[in-house]
């Protein structure tokens, strides 16, 4: 690694949507040379699958680490899912990437009726991040919305949703009070 600032690059867990979205991921490498590009790679999918992607000596690959990359980056590119939550809850501002078939997503779209398809937009019920679903999805578009994430007005009203988000989930430290709850309820049920 370098002493350069870390965009994450969390392009999904299947081989299909990693060969959709990576690629559109890695364009924008190119134009952003004063930061280092680390895919966190999901634990099903072997290494030799992503070396196929990487050519650029910017962009490194890790894998079981996800959370210390998303502790460690300045911003991400993540594949709509838990991901997007998970990269909200570590404050690091992202632009949500989804692109499936048109076939798939034609059928989706009939059947589930929602207005966004993050979960950091679906929990606060407004458009926090940026999502780029199918068409929208696009290198230029990528790097549009990646760059005004890297500083600005833009990152700070992110950040600032983010810090509602965390409290709408139950504040810092929510998962050890509910586990804490739940430890008390199972004991006075004895």
Known sequence: MTDKRIIA?????????????????????????????????????????????????????????????LNNSHAGLVTSGTATLETALFKVPQVVCYKSSAISYQIAKRIIKVKYISLVNLIEEKKVVTELIQNDLTKKQLMEELQPLLSGA?????????????NHCGGVGASKKTAELMLEHLKNQN
């Open 9 to 69: 690059l969390l392009p999904g867990s299947r081989k299909q949507e990693i060969k959709t979205k990576l690629p559109i991921m890695l364009y924008v490498v190119e134009n952003f040379p004063e930061y280092q590009f680390v895919i966190a790679g999901a634990p099903s999918q072997d290494h030799s699958f992503y070396e196929t992607f990487i050519s650029n000596e910017r962009v490194k690959f890790i894998t079981g680490d996800t959370y210390n990359l």
């Open 154 to 166: 833009k990152r700070e009203a992110m950040m600032n949703s983010y810090d509602k988000l965390i």
